[in-house]
Nanobody, 124 residues
Framework: QLQAYGGGVVQAGGFLRVSCVVS????????MTWFRQAPGKEREFVSG????????AYKESVKGRFTISRDYAQNTVALEMNDLKPEDTAVYYC???????????????????WGQGTQVTVSS
């Protein structure tokens, strides 16, 4: 089970951190990823990483602004979002996929477990 929290309302240029707590054991080859969905748009990949090892992957438009991190002690995956823009406004979902390879991280169809989503709103 995944539980996402930490969204909120922030002005453009601001900072937010969203986190996802995982209940249960996460195997090393699991992929942990953040997707987002804005009103009227399809869900899109934001950032993902394998639970143990490997480089993270980012959507091009968030590179240099967003950072994904893992906390093994807390079983948590977090997304730190700097220099937020109005176009980052969306519901952010965390997701987990077993036995995922790096190139599949952006593929939503690979994910078996989904959190409930947390709203991020960036005002201009």
């Amino acid at each position: 089970q995944l539980q996402a929290y930490g969204g909120g309302v922030v002005q453009a240029g601001g900072f937010l951190r969203v986190s996802c707590v995982v209940s249960g054991r996460i195997l090393n080859n699991y992929g942990m990823t953040w997707f987002r969905q804005a009103p009227g748009k399809e869900r899109e990949f934001v950032s993902g990483t394998r639970w143990r090892g490997g480089s993270p992957a980012y959507k091009e438009s968030v590179k240099g602004r967003f950072t994904i991190s893992r906390d093994y002690a807390q079983n948590t995956v977090a997304l730190e979002m700097n220099d937020l823009k109005p176009e980052d406004t969306a519901v952010y979902y965390c997701a987990a996929a077993p036995s995922i390879i790096y190139s599949d991280l952006p593929r939503a169809s690979r994910y078996v477990y989904w959190g409930q989503g947390t709203q991020v709103t960036v005002s201009s």
